[in-house]
């Protein structure tokens, strides 16, 4: 096989993997590119390696995994599945998620494109993150925050939302994945281990954050060096009070500087976009939109539009 055919290969055999760990629906998978290379004198050698990589995957045979997916699917309650996350370094992450879009009247409880997006991105930047203390802002079940803890050494992260069932979730989602969870303590700056810098693990924290009712002082007892949200435009109450936190943030002063902020988000409706640019205009926030990165590590919908603002708090 020449070279230019065995990285061809290469590249689709790790697409159906990551599809295939992370428990995607059948359709997402490239099948037509499958097709494509099955054609050619090649395509037997490739279907070898698809078919051994599923088998050394301790897990259900793929024809059996995606059958119990579509009855969890059509159940009346939703279920919880385990989906792992292929990351660059060769580790995973590994999560606890529900079945079902909506569950428990949230939609935390599952992994959207945008936090996906911004994992990405995370990726291709572990400077930003490196030596640093992460707040996150509606972390859901995790995904985003605990790729950049296993990858982009920050001294201390912070996950966070508000839904009780989420936080259980993700405080699951982290021990899972081989964190430690530090005490929810009032002042997390003043507890002795988000004072002292560990360069193998970072120290981690859950922590419920609502936005609405959270103060300016409370949030500067993080000390927050960076503050990310991945997906978290999903209608106008929530962009208020996503700016209006945003603000509170921007007095917190670190060295004499407010944090960096970074938003991620699925284009889904324009309106909605505009709509928190607009906000952010308002509160004297300045924004740009980052330049779209290049590789795609993680097995989001191809067409999705995504974005990623900077923010100058």
Not at 191 to 204: G, L, M
Request: glycine content about 4%.
């Amino acid at each position: 096989m020449a070279p230019e055919e065995n990285g061809e290969a290469a590249r689709l055999l790790r697409s159906f993997e990551r599809r295939f760990l992370a428990a995607r629906a059948l359709r997402s998978f490239p099948w037509q590119s499958l097709e494509e290379k099955l054609r050619d004198s090649s395509g037997s050698e490739l279907l070898l390696n698809i078919l051994q990589k599923h088998e050394a995957v301790h897990t259900e045979p793929l024809d059996e995994l995606y059958e119990a997916l579509a009855e969890v699917l059509t159940a009346e309650e939703p279920t919880q599945c385990h989906r792992s996350y292929l990351l660059p370094s060769g580790d995973s992450v590994t999560l606890s998620e529900s079945t079902a879009i909506v569950s428990h009247g949230t939609t935390g409880l599952v992994t959207w494109n945008a936090a996906l997006y911004l994992a990405e991105w995370a990726l291709e930047n572990p400077a930003a993150f490196t030596h640093r203390t992460v707040l996150e802002l509606g972390s859901g079940v995790g995904l985003t925050g605990l790729a950049i803890c296993k990858t982009c050494r920050p001294r201390a992260y912070i996950f966070s939302d508000c839904h009780s069932r989420v936080l259980e979730q993700l405080q699951g989602n982290v021990l899972l994945n081989g964190l430690s969870l530090e005490p929810s303590v009032t002042a997390p700056a003043q507890h002795p281990a988000f004072k002292t810098p560990d360069t193998e693990n970072p120290r981690v924290m859950v922590a419920r954050l609502d936005w609405d009712v959270v103060t300016a002082p409370q949030l500067a007892a993080f000390w927050p060096d960076i503050v990310i949200a991945a997906d978290v435009l999903y209608c106008p109450e929530t962009i208020l009070s996503l700016v209006g936190v945003l603000q509170k943030l921007s007095a917190c002063q670190k060295d004499q500087q407010a944090p960096d902020a970074y938003v991620a988000f699925t284009i889904r409706n324009p309106e909605t976009c505009q709509l928190f640019t607009t906000e952010l205009g308002r509160a004297g926030i300045l924004w740009e939109e980052l330049p779209r990165h290049d590789q795609k590590l993680f097995p989001y919908e191809e067409h999705s539009e995504m974005a990623i603002l900077k923010l100058t708090l």
